[in-house]
């Protein structure tokens, strides 16, 4: 008799399954001599139960979840073993603080199994107090644990310890954190707060420099953030670590750009009476300052010669820096085909003006440069000598070429030529080369004609294609996607190409594991010619389908607008693309700031893989406010309120104002990223208007509303269709009558306007572009509702281009068209739709709106308008740059008769400061041809560049 297993309760190991497995290998041990005697079969599974123990929100959907991690199945024999894996990949998701499987009630021959599952209870939000001027950001980035994640008691004090350490680093170092939690009861989430008390910080009172003779302590104080945060009151000269090491580094380079290859900074931290004063020092050994001078150099400027001397980036320590100095000398000229070029250093010590030198005279004898003569290339019949010398790097002397001979170089060129044919398939062709030097007496030179024999050799061809273990795929399937199919040349480095992209295809029909070899056989015919049998040995391993997806830390955001970002169907082959594309889309959700993604029984290798989904949400509510000053408005504000997740739909709804002294806007609008399930964002907006540009009679009030498609594509093209409707309103300012014959432009007017537009941009940044370019059209296709004055197509182009040929000059080029075109019966266009030039935004040296202006000096429009403009931006460092510009322009088909339309140029200068969210500047224009009556130019002061 087999006595019953006993009862108990274990968590995640219960005595019933113990108690098999023991019997089994008891049995196993005592009967293995005796194979007549049966072994006891295990239990069949007669039902599997899984009870979500605590509050938590949707309990069945994350039972029916867990149901599927779960390996065993009801009416199949218990296996310990899929037991033991299934608690595994339960464990694996982190989302069960707790999971018990009691013992199974005991029945004839069958099983009942329950899993007890205690889920996490999660950190619905994490409150910062008292964290300025740190950033919240900051806070966050030096926690462990984040919004939406498993809530665990235990690690609320880690995370005071990690503030801590990050306040100190940032110049606090007496800063007291304290977290803390609390139970929301309607959920049984937490919410966490950290509350910050910061203390008294480490200030800056004084930097002193010791020990600089070669450059006085105000040149180098311009380069350390220590001193310039320690002439400010408050928390800014605050003492940082890093702030202080990086000025180290700073000063290092500095020195060493200098010729100070020796040079040595040691920096001291003086704690002062009250200890939270301090003083730093830099203590600095100059040493010797090295002076390079160069004789016998005529191919290279000593200019250029000096980029190679290492130890003014990397110092000199043992000697070293200028030993590689030495080396990439004789290497620039080796490269430029001076083959025997010699160089040697000579060095003395003097002192000038108390500042000792270390004189290095680099002797160069240049010897005589090496010219390609002739390049004879023999024995090609499958490239003709074109793609043979396109394949080269060595030339004849031409427009792009000096026609240098480098033996280095030549090897290369032949390696390259050998590649070539072995794209064809030519496995063994070999070169032979032989050079002839010839002296030129004229010249000096050594002239080289170069011999290239070619043994192309005999063709190597696919003859045949196995494919050994393969089921996902048809064999004519796999052909198709490899590059070495029957009757191809053979390029034996395409097998592992080839094994890549077979195993991307199998993978895509539900085999992740996948694994193959690509074998090829070659063998040589009578004629010659080979022949090549490949072979590719696949194990496919087990098919996987894609299980449930579930999703946690969603407090706010509906479920649906995750699910709807995920490529993966359920009970269809499991695709790693798939999954890629649905983690970058789900990351692309504006409302998220992060989300992790765990693929529960991939690496187990088992036959279903299920997808966890944890989301850290942003915070949805935000505030911006802004004040300022430009020319073009002068004084303004602006303020923006808004939810970037509205309703928990991953919307955008927002409510904005700015006043200026040229007028005011609001504007309430929403933002929905996939319209109607696609991915083109759609804006709609209403708006209200009044406008009173400077230099104008007249001023619009308008009122409307706007709905915008955007959609990018190709990463670097925008595509953007403006639907908008407006109730426009002209009037006259200061009380001028309306001219004769424009009344009716001073009627209230209904307006639709349909904007499609295309842009490209490929510039590096946003804010501060230093390459690149932005190309822009767009079609306005204005209807006037009940009358025709707005009927008009209005056209508009710009191109800029941005180009950094040195690292501290960008220069920024601009060319803008506009045109108004009226349609049907309208031949007039009213003067608030004309266009206008002059001002900060377009041609500088002239006031806004005032480049053209009638005999009583004031602004004409007209409907044709050509801009073009060049900048240069000088990096001056401390985040200050000079800037230059020209701009010109005309203003053609102008509102008045008999005004010129010829181009009128400005040039000017400036300087901006370059903060993180954009420049700030200064600029001045000069009219190059200034009219009677006019000024000379004029003051521009702007946030953001030009252009």
Known sequence: ??????????????????????????????????????????????????????????????????????????????????LEKSLELLKSTRLFQAIDVPDPPEGEGEMA???????????????????????????????????????????????????????????????????????????????????????????????????????????????????KVSLFYGEIPRFIQKKL?????????????KGYGDVEITPEVEHLADPHDVVIRFRIDEGKKYVALFEGNTEFWGLTLKKELAYLKEGNRNELGLKKSLRNIRTRYHKAGY?????????????????????????????PRYIVRALDIQGNTVFDRKRIEKQMLTHLPGTFSAGEFVPDVLDEDISAIQSLYLTKGYLETTVDHKVTFIEDPETDRKLADISLSIQEGMQTRVTSVAFNGLQALTPDEARDAIALKEGEPFREYMIESDENTLSEAISEKGYPHITITGQARVETDDDGSGRAEMAYDITEGPNVTTGAVFYTGNFRTRERILRREVELTPEEPFSLTQ??????????????????????????????????????????????????????????????????????????????????????????????????????????????????EFNQDFGTRTYGSSLIFNRRFLEDFNASLNNRYEYREQYRLNDTPIPPGDEEQYEQRNIVVVTPSLTYNSTDSFVRPRKGMIAFGALDISGGVGNSLDDFLKYRYELRFYKTPVNRLTFA?????????????????????????????????????????????????????????????????????????????????????????SFRSTVGAGLRYVTPIGPVGFLYGWKLDKQPGESSGNFHFSIGYTF
Not at 1 to 15: F, L
Not at 52 to 73: D, S, Y
Not at 349 to 365: A, C, H, M, Q
Request: aromatic fraction near 8%; hydrophobic fraction near 40%; include cysteine.
């Open 1 to 82: 008799m087999i006595p019953s297993p006993p009862t108990c309760a274990r968590r995640n190991a219960p005595c019933a399954v113990r108690y098999w497995v023991c019997l089994a290998l008891v049995l196993s041990a005592f009967l293995m001599p005796r194979p007549t005697v049966a072994e006891p079969s295990a239990p069949v599974i007669s039902e599997i139960n899984v009870e979500i123990v605590g509050t938590v929100t949707k309990p069945a959907h994350l039972a029916a979840f867990a149901r599927r991690i779960i390996l065993l199945e009801e009416g199949e024999p218990f296996s310990a073993e899929a």
């Open 113 to 227: 199994l329950t899993f007890r599952l205690t889920p996490f209870r999660r950190i619905k939000e994490i409150h910062i107090n008292g964290a300025f001027p740190l950033l919240e950001k900051e806070v966050l980035n030096a926690m462990t644990i984040y919004t939406g994640d498993a809530f665990v008691a235990a690690k609320l004090q880690k995370q005071e310890a990690l503030i801590k350490k990050t306040f100190k680093n940032e110049g606090y170092p007496d800063a007291t954190i304290r977290v803390t939690s609390e139970e929301d009861p309607e959920d049984g989430h937490f919410e966490v707060t950290v509350s910050i008390h910061k203390g008294d910080f480490n200030r800056i009172q004084r930097v002193e420099l010791i020990g600089n003779n070669g450059f006085s302590s105000a040149r180098l104080k311009l380069r350390l953030d220590t001193w």
């Open 245 to 257: 090491d990086d000025d180290v580094d700073n000063l290092r380079k500095f020195y060493r750009a």
């Open 339 to 367: 083959l025997d070029a010699q160089v040697s250093m000579e060095e003395s010590d003097v002192t000038v003006e108390g500042i000792r030198e270390r004189e290095l005279l680099f002797s160069i004898d240049e010897g």
């Open 579 to 692: 999954a890629l594309e649905t983690q970058r889309n789900i990351r692309n959700i504006a409302a998220l700031s992060a989300a992790h993604f765990r693929t529960i029984g991939l690496k187990e290798e088992e036959s279903e893989v299920n997808l966890l989904v944890e989301v850290e949400e942003r915070k949805p509510y935000y505030y911006e406010l802004g004040l300022g000053y430009d020319t073009r408005r002068e004084k303004y504000a602006h303020t923006r309120l808004g939810d970037r997740n509205l309703f928990g739909q991953n919307k955008d709804g927002w409510i904005a104002a700015e006043v200026s002294d040229i007028g005011y806007r609001t504007e309430l609008g929403i933002t929905e990223p996939r319209f109607l399930g696609t991915r083109i964002n759609a804006t709609f907006s209403m708006f209200g208007e009044k406008l009173e």
């Open 813 to 901: 080029l601009r060319g803008r068209v506009h045109h108004i075109e009226p349609y049907g019966s309208n031949n007039s266009i009213p003067e608030d739709q004309l266009l206008f030039l002059g001002g900060t935004t377009d041609i500088r040296g002239y006031s806004e709106n005032k480049f053209l202006v009638n005999d009583s000096g004031e602004a004409v429009g007209g409907r044709t308008t050509l801009l073009g403009s060049v900048e240069a931006r000088i990096d001056l460092g401390l985040n200050v740059e000079l800037t230059t510009f020209f701009d010109t322009g005309s203003l053609r088909n102008a509102s008045e008769p008999d005004l010129s339309d």
